[in-house]
């Protein structure tokens, strides 16, 4: 009978936990992206002066594709694809935004600048160690969300505990 409610209230435990999900993949500080069509860039990181691919589908009319790392590239209806040549003088590490406009809809998305030009025979790489951090989650703690977080678990574990305690002493166990 033990492992029952042991089984129950880890399975209580993990639900809390699984509903916590949602309120933190909820948040949005961002521009929602939502287009009826499809776009994509590739590859999401370049060199100055290399080319990138850009592509769509699902558009039912001429696309054109903008940047201020590029010249304006019209992809036809019925294609899905084109290339254009990212600028010599595009500045190493910055991002720029590539803007696909679909008849009256747009969609953006980034486009980031390598740092070091390998096909410049005047430019000498430097050679520095990796950037390594925390896994991208500094800064990003939210004390409100870590508090409910907190909260709905310990919740949760009382409850299962409490119910758990209460049906033993109804049983005689």
């Known amino acids: ?33 939502i287009t009826s069509f499809g776009f994509n860039v590739s590859p999401t990181t370049i060199a100055a ?4 691919s850009l592509s769509v589908n699902g558009c039912k009319s001429d696309t054109k594709v903008s940047s201020g790392v590029f010249d304006t590239v019209t992809i036809r209806k019925g294609q899905g694809s084109a290339t254009a040549t990212v600028d010599w003088d595009a500045k190493p590490g910055a ?6 406009q679909c008849g009256n809809e747009s969609g953006h998305t980034d486009l980031t600048i390598a740092t070091g030009r390998p096909d410049d025979p005047t430019h000498t790489p430097v050679h520095r160690g990796v950037k ?42």
């Open 49 to 52: 002066g290399g080319r990138v």
């Open 95 to 100: 991002v720029y935004e590539v803007t696909f």
């Open 1 to 33: 009978m033990r492992a029952i409610r042991v089984a129950s209230a880890a399975l209580l435990g993990m639900t809390a936990l699984t509903l916590t999900a949602p309120v933190a993949a909820a948040r949005d500080d961002g521009e929602r992206n």
């Open 132 to 173: 390594a951090g925390v896994g991208g989650s500094a800064g990003d703690f939210d004390p409100g969300e870590i508090g409910l977080g907190a909260a709905l678990i310990a919740g949760s574990v009382g409850a299962a505990y409490y119910w758990s305690r209460r049906r033993a002493g109804e049983h005689g166990g």
